[in-house]
């Protein structure tokens, strides 16, 4: 039906044009040379070409409405295909309508016809239609066969199946190509459009700003418009009127408007200044907000490099170009229409003459803007590339030195560099093609504006001061014109870059915390139902299976297994990172999520395998999160508590002692205990300990204990570790294997289980004792599998840490045994 009325109206619309152009042929007395015509054709008197240009127009509509009438699944898809010729030709059918206006203008004195005029209109009007119904007759969609489907015949399936297999045959279902490719363009249109009006809905606050901005662009343009028009005027008042009081009037009025404008330019440049910067700052803050916001598991998956270009380059590239680009925008609307009318004031010949570029003009710009935005997008993700490589190198300096990779991660840096500078290069060509096309068009109007002005000039119908009046319009008018389409490409740019940044900024993030729980008292216990759990980053890898345990409150409880069985992964479900897959993660048996963030995170204080330090003193970094209520006694408590007193007294600063970027400044241990010293300081209900005492040697981490265990009666401490002295210290040892709880139990249980737990010491032992002898220890069954009665009792528990049987090496990853045996305590559980 609705293909019906698109063909329908197609014909109608082209017979009308037939009509219509025929009647005001015959009514411009034609028809009665109409044969003669013919054979003493003349292109400034005859019309002839105009009415044949009717006929074509109709036959070229019949036959594309034939065809999709007939065949529409073939013809329409054809029909998409040949839009851009369609709207070439159109272009072309008008150029030719003005040259033949102007050559008519020549040979008829007195144009003031209205058959003449309405032939002129008609078909510069069909002309727009031939291409918009070109593209009605290209939005037709195939009608599918008619095939009923009839309970009542009893054969509804059968009928069904015909249909289904008809359409999988004729790929009735999918939609056909030019579908997706109409709908691709015009949805990115719309996207277009709708980034470049979002970005200008967030100079909304500086509304008043913008209103002077723009009566000042406004007092600019209407003043420049004017001087071009004084500057014939001046050269009519010496060259042809030859009278001083013309000239120096036209040059007294120049010199006015010209001061008026420097003000108002230097008032509207400002202004637009000012507001450039505060979008900057906005969308800053609102891209950071976001950021800030987003679930762990974004910061698993994107690089940090990403987000720094997105919150620098891109942020910087939006502003800039939305407020330079309105502000070109708007001055280079205003002048160039005001130009437009002058120059047709003056000459409305050369003035459509100069109209006639402009399509063509319009064509370029458009295919550049296009591909120009598309090599912009290129180069700021090549750019992030390198960003990353960069950034990924600095921040680990002291890596890739004892690597000795610095001059390959050079070349690295230079093979991202190389392809930037390959995506430039093309836009560097790109550029240039533009630049020859545009010149090139510039110069023909030109020398077609001086040949022709010339000619109107000699047979008296402009005057000189006129002539050079247009041409400093049309000289303007090109500028104009050329400043907008740099606007056009300059908000493709913006564009691109707030794409990118607006779809940051619109990420929800798959974790919110919209809990609003502030018991007044919290009891601290921690218990795991059934939790399984997988990384957004890797979602087909399940790191923990059905977990599940609890821990009372006042209990230390330490998670042992082998390295990468999930014991962290625990701590992060906590902390509240990441959210279970499935089963819930409770607190006081309420679920995490339901507790408000902040005072979760004030109960529930961890401390990390390799925790950050920030490029503030000691007492800041201390004080973390808790400026506004920490007085300097409580950041001295905390540090004493975590034994860090000592040391941070012995610095020159103390407590002012800046610790670098993320704290490279002092050692690894110090940081340790001034993390911990920032997660007591909060005074918690339940402490994360995840390898937080890996890096400090065993006097340290005996004072640190101490404290963690002489202070934290009645609270709950979690903490995963692989050193024996602190794991024996704990009420239960929960042994996580391949993200299932595999044993749980006191020390003593759990060997007595002669499990993996058992299995992991005596592995450990059997490995010492022979770095220790070079002789097979005397075990009865040295087999890891073998029963536990074969791991003697005592050298383990003597291997439980006293500060008095210590050797004096404090090496961090070394323990002692009462033997003097030295073993890694990195891999003692491994
Ligand atoms: N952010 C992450 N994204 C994807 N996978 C991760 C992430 N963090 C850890 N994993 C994976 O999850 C599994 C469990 O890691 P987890 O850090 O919990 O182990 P672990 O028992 O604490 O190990 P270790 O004792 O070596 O610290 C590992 O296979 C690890 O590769």
Known sequence: MVCNVKILLTLFVSLADLALTTILFIHGHQFDKFTTEIYKYSFSNCFIDIWFLSVLRFAILFGASVAVLCNAKDAVPRLQYSSGFVLSFCGLMFTYLIVKLLFYSEHQKDLRQPWFWGLFACTTVCCVCLYLLWKLLSSVKPRRPHLSINAEDGNTEESAKLLSDYANEHDLNKPERGDYESHGIKKKANEKRSTVLRLLSYTAPDFILLIIAFIALLATSIGEIF?????????????????????THAITVMALISAGTALTSGLRGTLFMIVMARLNIRIRNCLYSSI????????????????TSRLTSDTTVMSDSIALNLNVFLRNSVKSIGYLVLMFKLSWQLTIVTLIMIPLVAVVAKVYGKYYKKLSRMVQDTLALANNVAEETLSSMKTVRSFAHEIKETAKYADKLHDTYLVKLKEAFAYGGFVVTNRFMELTIDVILLFYGGHLVLTDRLTPGNLISFILYNLELGDALESLEAVYTGLMQAAGAAEKVFELMDREPKITNTGRLMPGNVQGQIEFKNVSFTYPSRPDVCVL????????????????GPSGGGKSTCVNLIEHFYEPTSGSILLDN????????EYLHNKVAMVGQEPILYARSIRENIAYAMENHCTFDKVKHAAVLANAHKFISELKDGYDTEVGEKGTQISGGQKQRIAIARALIRDPIVLLLDEATSALDSESEYMVQQAIYGNL????????????????????????????????????DLLAQNGLYAQLVQRQLLSTNITQDDEPPELTNPNINGPITSVPLNPINQLAFSPDNNSDDDSESFLSSPGGITFSVGSYLM
């Open 545 to 560: 299976k059905n977990v599940t345990f609890k821990a009372s409150p006042g209990e230390v409880i330490a998670l042992v």
């Open 292 to 307: 800030a916001s987003q679930d762990i598991g974004f910061f698993d998956c994107t690089k940090t490099g990403d987000i």
């Open 590 to 597: 309420i679920p995490i999520q339901q507790y408000d963030h």
């Open 227 to 247: 001087l071009p028009l004084f500057t014939g005027k001046v050269i009519d008042g010496i060259v042809v009127n030859k009278d001083y009081n013309e000239f």
């Open 713 to 748: 009666q009645n609270r709950t401490v979690l903490i995963v570790a692989h050193r024996l002295s602190t794991i024996e210290k704990a009420n239960r040892i929960i042994v996580i294997d391949k993200g299932t709880v595999a044993e749980q139990g006191s020390h003593l």
